[in-house]
């Protein structure tokens, strides 16, 4: 069993850079549990399901395959033998994923696929209810948040149309794992900081739980 480091935040946080570039430091395998929702939330689209019909989700998700590999050091999914690329970031998928994840037998197939990885290796998960739910049981768990306005605008340079604030309100208050900063998670707030500083706060959080780093 690997070691896993759970950093969950809401959307446009930076918790996905700031997680890649951490799995890259400490030569684990990053992984964005998002893209997992994302790669399903963009098969019911390509089906013109109808995202708010719970039956129709569901039966599509029965006959959905997800293979949830890794690729240098980065997860990757593919969805009945097709990779969604750059499907994965669409308007519609934005505007559809926040509704298929709130369904719980989606977070349980999602889930289990997720927590596969530390079977066989170390990985830095990134998500919503990585700490409180996927690896509860990690004590390496971290908060990433930042103020709404910095992340409008983080994505607006992005220039990615996206419904931040819809996405945040969804998964803050559905039912079934909602987004939340767990106890005993190291909050950090990169509204006023760069991608090095966070990166550099996760790490001295970690050293400080006596996870050792790289080759030290
Ligand atoms: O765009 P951003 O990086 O913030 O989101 P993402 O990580 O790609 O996740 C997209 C959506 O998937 C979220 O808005 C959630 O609805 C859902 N999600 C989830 O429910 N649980 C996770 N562990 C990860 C994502």
Known sequence: MGIAIAIDGPAASGKSSVARRVAE???FVFVNSGAMYRAFAWRVVGKEVDANNEQAVLDLLQATQFECGEE????????????PGEGLTSDSVNSTVSAIAAYPEVRE???AAQRAYREHCNVVMEGRDIGSVVFADTP??????ASPEVRERRRREQGIVDSIADRDRQDSSR???PLVAVEGAIVVDSSDLNLEEVVREVLCGLKGQGLSLGAE
């Open 109 to 111: 197939r999602l889930v």
């Open 72 to 83: 240098e050091g980065v997860g990757t999914v593919v969805v009945n033998g097709v990779d």
């Open 140 to 145: 390496y768990k971290f908060y990433i948040d």
């Open 25 to 27: 430091e400490l030569g």
């Open 175 to 177: 039912k079934a794992s």
